[in-house]
């Protein structure tokens, strides 16, 4: 069946989901003090429009948000400003069988001078119809997670993941796929391992901006400061999203989601 996304934005629904819709001004209707409604533009399909709410939750990334919020404080537009994702990828490899792990008995291996650093199997899950694989003439799906550094020695981390972002993007399919190819041919034992023979997909997924940097005691201590001013009510706008609470986790974007719309009463 065909997903009606019509239905997400129906005027009966609780919540509703408006999809395609960029926002690229968020303004209160006065002074930010005393102002009992938030005007919101955004565009779709090239056009321009504009809604009135009572209160906004800004959950995007939050250094976007000074380019949409324009009149914040000086120093809250200064603290969100800092907050910097790190380039992620997760690559899905699928095999026609998995003997050669089963045969070295590992199921994750880590590999620090690869691409990606971190080679394992699915999580043995059952749902439904569906019924994880448990022998291992069976296929199976491999996780390889890669989290991009830079190559400039000594360079600060927020150099080191703007150098990796472009490197990272860069990249073409063939590239990821040689780089796979001598990985795996090189950790799994040869004549249980052959990769022409045995694997079946790649699929490549990458994020220039993924996980949260929280900073550490020797490059940017600042950060977790800079979050909690980051994060403070302006009026009748609040701001949940990960990058509050400087962690990649859903508990941790449903806290932050929780405070901020309790901050707007």
Request: proline share 6%; charged share 20%.
């Amino acid at each position: 069946s065909v997903f009606n996304y019509s239905e997400l934005d129906k005027s009966s629904n609780v919540v509703r989901i408006r999809l395609n819709s960029t926002v690229v001004n968020v303004k209160h209707g006065g002074d930010p003090n005393s102002s009992s409604d938030v005007f919101v533009n955004y565009i779709n399909n090239n056009k321009s429009y504009q809604v009135r709410g009572k209160g906004v939750v800004m959950a995007c990334y939050n250094m976007m948000i000074p380019h949409i919020v324009s009149d914040l404080p000086a120093e809250q537009d200064a603290a969100l400003r800092r907050s910097v994702k790190m380039p992620l990828q997760y690559t899905t490899v699928g095999l026609k069988n998995w003997r050669a792990m089963k045969e070295m008995g590992i199921a994750m291996a880590m590999s620090p001078g690869n691409m990606h650093q971190v080679v394992s199997m699915d999580f043995p899950v059952s749902m439904g119809g569906y019924e994880f694989t448990s022998s291992p003439d069976d296929p199976c799906a491999i996780q390889m997670i890669g989290c991009p550094f830079g190559e400039t020695v000594g360079a600060p981390p927020i150099e080191q993941f703007r150098e990796a972002r472009y490197r990272m993007l860069e990249l073409q399919f063939e590239d990821y796929e040689k780089e796979i190819r001598e990985h795996l041919s090189g950790m799994l034992p040869k004549g249980l391992f052959e990769f022409d023979r045995d694997v079946e997909s790649i699929s490549v997924n990458r994020w220039a901006h993924g996980y949260v940097y929280g900073g550490s005691s020797l490059h940017d201590p600042d950060m977790p400061e800079m979050a909690r001013r980051g994060r403070q009510p302006f009026g009748r706008i609040t701001i949940a999203n990960i990058d509050s609470g400087l962690s990649s986790y859903l508990h941790v974007a449903v806290d932050q989601a929780w405070r901020a719309v309790n901050e707007l009463g």
